[in-house]
């Protein structure tokens, strides 16, 4: 409750004053060029598909009686990450952000259409706003950033789990996070509102964890 209002505050501040010149300045010092960075939006991308199919996998083994302390714990952050996607979903969609660069996704509406849309991208076209209930398509999901919202809601309960990864995990996140900036897959803004979320799911999973609830 003490994390809202200060990212809200802190979300808000970013969109004010620093996305828009920050996603300028890099695009023309090149720094959104360089193709080694796009590597760390690849972890994000994998972890959700893998969660889901660890549940299916632990399931089924509960059901022979099967599956220790830890194999609980790690379903208990699939589970979370899992709830905390369909939060993000549910985020991006109301407040319809466009991305500082051009995505590839037609849409059904332009698919229909027989035309495909502009890019919604602010280096591209110069185009940027929130669209309230809009972003049923790509274009129009960029806030919060999902990829941030997978990456703490997995990285902070497995720091509870292993504490010799804490420092390892931690420079993950923040090389991530700057990753995901420099690269202008998401604004500042986003990766803000996106850690919020995020670490909210993670601190769930840890307190279940440590609760030692089945």
Same mark, same amino acid.
């Given at each position: &409750?003490?994390?809202?209002?200060?990212?809200?505050?802190?979300s808000?501040?970013?969109?004010?004053?620093?996305?828009?010149?920050?996603?300028?300045?890099?695009?023309?010092? $090149?720094?959104?060029?360089?193709?080694?960075? @796009?590597?760390? @939006?690849?972890?994000?991308i994998?972890? =959700?598909?893998?969660?889901?199919?660890?549940?299916?996998?632990?399931?089924?083994?509960r059901?022979?009686g099967?599956? $220790?302390?830890? #194999?609980?714990?790690? =379903?208990?952050?699939? =589970?979370?990450?899992? /709830?905390?996607?369909?939060? %993000?979903?549910?985020? %991006?969609?109301?407040?319809?952000?466009?991305?500082?660069?051009? /995505? /590839?996704?037609?849409?059904? #509406?332009?698919?229909?259409?027989?035309?495909?849309?502009?890019?919604? $991208?602010?280096?591209?076209?110069?185009?940027?706003?929130?669209h309230?209930?809009?972003?049923?398509? %790509?274009?129009?999901?960029a806030?919060?950033?999902?990829?941030?919202? /997978? @990456?703490?809601?997995?990285v902070?309960?497995?720091?509870?789990?292993?504490?010799? @990864?804490?420092?390892?995990?931690a420079?993950?996140?923040?090389?991530?996070?700057?990753?995901?900036?420099?690269?202008?897959?998401?604004?500042?803004?986003?990766v803000?509102?996106?850690?919020?979320?995020?670490?909210?799911?993670? &601190?769930?999973?840890? =307190?279940?964890?440590?609760? $030692?609830?089945?």
């Amino acid at each position: &409750m003490f994390g809202l209002p200060l990212a809200f505050l802190a979300s808000m501040a970013c969109i004010r004053w620093l996305d828009l010149p920050a996603a300028t300045w890099i695009h023309r010092h $090149g720094l959104d060029t360089y193709p080694w960075m @796009l590597q760390f @939006l690849s972890a994000p991308i994998l972890i =959700a598909p893998g969660a889901a199919l660890f549940l299916v996998v632990h399931a089924i083994r509960r059901g022979y009686g099967r599956g $220790g302390q830890v #194999e609980r714990a790690y =379903a208990v952050i699939a =589970a979370t990450l899992l /709830v905390a996607l369909a939060v %993000k979903d549910m985020l %991006k969609r109301a407040f319809g952000r466009t991305w500082p660069r051009n /995505v /590839v996704d037609p849409g059904p #509406e332009a698919i229909s259409s027989g035309c495909s849309p502009s890019s919604l $991208g602010y280096i591209n076209d110069g185009l940027h706003g929130f669209h309230a209930f809009a972003g049923v398509t %790509k274009p129009y999901q960029a806030f919060p950033s999902g990829s941030t919202v /997978v @990456l703490l809601a997995t990285v902070l309960p497995l720091m509870a789990l292993y504490p010799r @990864l804490r420092l390892p995990l931690a420079i993950f996140s923040l090389v991530s996070f700057c990753a995901y900036v420099l690269t202008n897959t998401h604004f500042i803004g986003d990766v803000v509102a996106g850690a919020y979320v995020g670490a909210v799911a993670g &601190m769930i999973a840890t =307190a279940t964890i440590r609760s $030692g609830r089945p």
